[in-house]
């Protein structure tokens, strides 16, 4: 099996076989992630009427790019990184997604990513399409030089396909404001001019939204108010466990605890911790974020592992790190009323059968951690028109859209008589498909 390359996107081969009857298979469609999104996409094409062709043209990206970037590390020595860019739909408006920077991202993960972003815009009839960028390596292993030169590097080797109305690109896991400036700038000085509305989640004196970087955080949360209310359930009564505790898990943890629903267990990469009565969670956040020591190393709390974090009973279960982390493995473990999905794809369409069978509320990740793109959108339209918002007002708005959201996928949950997931990809898809339709095909 080798790769190779047909407009813009990589392909597998298998040059063992005279047979020529068949398309090469794109090398993202062997990722687990992928095949993840693919088996939405096609189930919901079961339940709604889609046009076949419509369907394929959805269930690829548009456009895929896949680069090098070579990077002088500190230490004098050239590192080459894999870099990736994958548009899935430019039907609905610019490309719109994060860039991510982890040792695991590979181009099925990005191109899954993408797809997912098409559905969540759909949801928030955001005039976007989906996209996701990646670069495979560890930031926590690099210098602020080196983070630098990556990111300049990646941008100039992707400056043929981004744009402020073509591909803005946003903070995601392992990146943040300053990287967002980085790409900014590099972008500026390619064109001649400061041009801030190329991405959104950047510094708020180079033209970002107040309110930005607790924005996915703060949907979550406000997402998770809506289901307490459907279920009568009261927050000051509520537990809830979070993990992942970057910036999304980190605003999760402290817009509930404003909340004073106790969050009584946490996790990221480095362990878990509990404590029953509850964990003070800006002594967590002073621990890890400023003083920079292991989330599990909290002494007050008791460390647990990460399969416990997940099976301990509580009233809400958030998580907010990477994808396929709730399976068919570790399923029927949870004891939770609510699992809001803070992350992307974090539960497999296997796990997805068990929960369906239980009396779990699932507010599935495409609805609920669409608050970062809702209020990129804001700083888009805002650097745009020159023109800013107080964060009051960005979170108004936010928390608006957020509950008009969560009430049109809960109604055609409950119209249809389908899960929640389903209701919220059917809608994502169904806006995406029609506009495909009503545009066309160009020949």
């Known amino acids: 099996m080798t790769a190779v390359k047909?407009?813009?996107?990589?392909?597998?081969?298998?040059?063992?076989?005279?047979?020529?009857?068949h398309l090469p298979i794109p090398v993202f469609e062997n990722s687990p992630t992928f095949k993840m999104a693919l088996r939405q996409l096609?189930?919901?094409?079961?339940?709604?009427?889609?046009?076949?062709?419509?369907?394929?043209?959805?269930?690829?990206?548009?456009?895929?790019?896949?680069?090098?970037?070579?990077?002088?590390?500190?230490?004098?020595?050239t590192e080459v990184f894999a870099g990736y860019r994958v548009q899935h739909s430019l039907t609905s408006g610019p490309a719109k997604g994060g860039l991510r920077f982890?040792?695991?991202?590979?181009?099925?993960?990005?191109?899954?990513?993408?797809?997912?972003?098409?559905?969540?815009?759909?949801?928030?009839?955001?005039?976007?399409?989906?996209?996701?960028?990646?670069?495979?390596?560890?930031?926590?292993k690099m210098s602020m030089a080196e983070k630098e030169g990556v990111t300049r590097r990646f941008t100039s080797e992707v400056l043929s396909i981004i744009g402020p109305h073509s591909d803005v690109m946003a903070p995601?896991?392992?990146?943040?404001?300053?990287?967002?400036?980085?790409?900014?700038?590099?972008?500026?000085?390619?064109?001649?001019?400061?041009?801030?509305?190329?991405?959104?989640?950047?510094?708020?004196?180079?033209?970002?939204?107040?309110?930005?970087?607790?924005?996915?955080?703060?949907?979550?949360?406000y997402c998770i108010r809506e289901a307490l209310h459907e279920l009568n359930l009261k927050p000051?009564?509520?537990?809830?466990?979070?993990?992942?505790?970057?910036?999304?898990?980190?605003?999760?943890?402290?817009?509930?605890?404003a909340l004073n629903v106790r969050v009584i267990a946490v996790g990221d990469r480095s362990g878990a911790v509990r404590n029953p009565r509850g964990i003070e969670i800006h002594a967590l956040n002073r621990h890890v974020n400023i003083e920079g020591k292991p989330l599990k190393d909290f002494p007050d709390a008791e460390a647990i592992s990460s399969e416990e974090l997940l099976a301990t009973p509580c009233t809400i279960m958030v998580p907010a790190a990477l994808e396929r982390v709730i399976t068919l493995k570790n399923a029927h473990q949870l004891r939770c009323r609510i699992l809001a999905?803070?992350?992307?794809?974090?539960?497999?369409?296997?796990?997805?059968?068990?929960?369906?069978?239980?009396?779990?509320?699932?507010?599935?990740?495409?609805?609920?951690?669409?608050?970062?793109?809702?209020?990129?959108?804001?700083?888009?339209?805002q650097d745009l028109q020159r023109l800013f918002w107080s964060e009051s007002q960005v979170n108004d708005r936010l928390r608006e859209l957020m509950g008009e959201a969560f009430q049109r996928v809960r109604k055609e949950a409950r119209d249809r008589n389908i899960s929640m997931r389903m209701a919220a990809l059917s809608l994502g898809v169904q806006k995406t498909a029609h506009e495909k339709m009503r545009r066309g095909l160009y020949p």
Not at 108 to 136: D, H, Q, R, T, Y
Not at 241 to 252: D, P, R, S, Y
Not at 358 to 365: A, K
């Open 6 to 21: 047909k407009s813009g996107v990589l392909f597998a081969s298998n040059n063992d076989t005279n047979d020529t009857n």
């Open 42 to 77: 096609h189930s919901v094409a079961e339940h709604i009427n889609i046009d076949s062709g419509v369907l394929e043209r959805l269930s690829r990206p548009k456009r895929s790019m896949v680069v090098s970037v070579p990077v002088r590390m500190d230490n004098g020595r």
């Open 102 to 140: 982890h040792p695991s991202v590979d181009l099925g993960e990005v191109a899954a990513l993408a797809m997912w972003m098409s559905w969540k815009c759909g949801i928030m009839n955001l005039p976007f399409g989906g996209a996701k960028g990646g670069i495979a390596c560890d930031p926590s």
């Open 172 to 221: 995601d896991l392992g990146t943040d404001e300053q990287t967002m400036a980085w790409i900014y700038d590099t972008y500026s000085m390619s064109i001649g001019y400061a041009c801030p509305e190329v991405v959104t989640g950047k510094p708020v004196e180079l033209g970002g939204c107040h309110g930005r970087r607790e924005a996915t955080g703060r949907g979550v949360v």
């Open 236 to 257: 000051t009564e509520s537990t809830a466990v979070v993990q992942g505790f970057g910036n999304v898990g980190t605003v999760v943890c402290q817009e509930l605890s």
């Open 341 to 381: 999905e803070g992350a992307n794809g974090p539960t497999t369409p296997e796990a997805d059968e068990i929960l369906a069978s239980s009396d779990i509320f699932v507010i599935p990740d495409i609805l609920c951690n669409a608050g970062g793109v809702t209020v990129s959108y804001f700083e888009w339209v």
